[in-house]
């Protein structure tokens, strides 16, 4: 504008200006028209599910799902998010029309048996943490926020008990399997990898009273060896630690996340949502 002035002088600046102030009205208006027609897509779409088919899907092609560790204050660990940030990012999720959906819906959508709202995302904690329990939990709840935790099965009793799990299960927290012990299962003998996922599976079942379906692999370590295990026992989908998103056609036992640490701020967080080639940092 400055710049503007000084070439054109002050008339002209004032004339632009009141052309800028008579467009006003004209740059508003799409956007007034197009939230409310955005918000009942939005709905449709995540209640319509599998019968929706005629449409063409409003969903971008690919499903985020955010991985997170540990919230806490831990200097040098970016595996470990301030309070402050995690809570940042859902304000941000919750405030621009994330939908954080099941990981039931997510594997329906993967192998083509239901659409998605535009932007559904995944929320996933690894490790069960006592505060993916004592701070994650009260400020998924706000929202009414679905998600998941990954649980290595003989670590965690050590941060969590068995009812904290199961109130985290009534709130809305899937409870899926992240292994018994947390060891590195690429490589390891096939019988031991076999043992190290069943017995997960088997007390998960029976302290929570469900199927566990889902599998997140420690350390993002495995093989085709575990690959068929998981195939074996049942389990219907299973998470790396790769970047990139999720779409159907994936490898459902090889699906790709996003890193959520402590640098990742809202810009960064709003980069991962809509750039599948977002910048890693
Ligand atoms: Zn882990």
Redesign the pocket.
């Known amino acids: 504008m400055i710049k503007l002035a000084k070439r054109f002088g002050f008339a002209a600046l004032v004339v632009a200006i009141a052309a800028l102030a008579a467009m006003l009205p004209s740059v508003f208006k799409p956007s007034v028209v197009q939230a409310p027609a955005g918000r009942p897509a939005l709905d449709g779409g995540e209640t319509a599910g599998a019968g929706a088919t005629a449409v063409a899907p409003a969903h971008q092609g690919g499903v985020p799902i955010l991985m997170y560790?540990s919230i806490g204050w831990e200097k040098g660990n970016d595996a470990v998010i301030s309070p402050e940030r995690f809570a940042e990012h859902m304000a941000f999720l919750h405030d621009n029309g994330y939908v954080p959906i099941s990981l039931g819906e997510l594997d329906q959508y993967l192998r083509g048996a239901r659409q998605l709202p535009a932007k559904a995302v995944v929320i996933t904690f690894?490790?069960g943490y006592r505060d993916t329990y004592e701070i994650a939990m009260p400020i998924l709840k706000r929202y009414n926020f679905r998600a998941t935790l990954?649980v290595?099965v003989a670590e965690v009793t050590k941060r969590l008990t068995w009812d904290e799990l199961r109130e985290m299960k009534a709130a809305g927290m899937a409870i899926a399997s992240?292994s018994y012990r947390?060891r590195d299962l690429g490589g390891l003998p096939p019988e031991v990898q076999a043992e190290e996922i069943r017995r997960a599976k088997v007390i998960l079942d029976k302290e929570l009273g469900q199927d566990t379906k889902y599998f997140?692999y420690?350390?993002g370590s495995y093989d085709a060896a575990t690959l068929k295990i998981l195939r074996e026992q049942g389990y219907r989908l299973a998470f790396t630690i790769e970047p990139g998103w999720a779409k159907p056609g994936d490898d459902p036992l090889r699906l790709k996340r996003i890193w959520m640490g402590n640098s990742v701020n809202t810009f960064h967080l709003k980069e991962r949502l809509t750039r599948e080639d977002y910048p890693i940092l």
């Open positions: 560790h690894d490790d990954f290595p992240h947390h997140c420690p350390n």
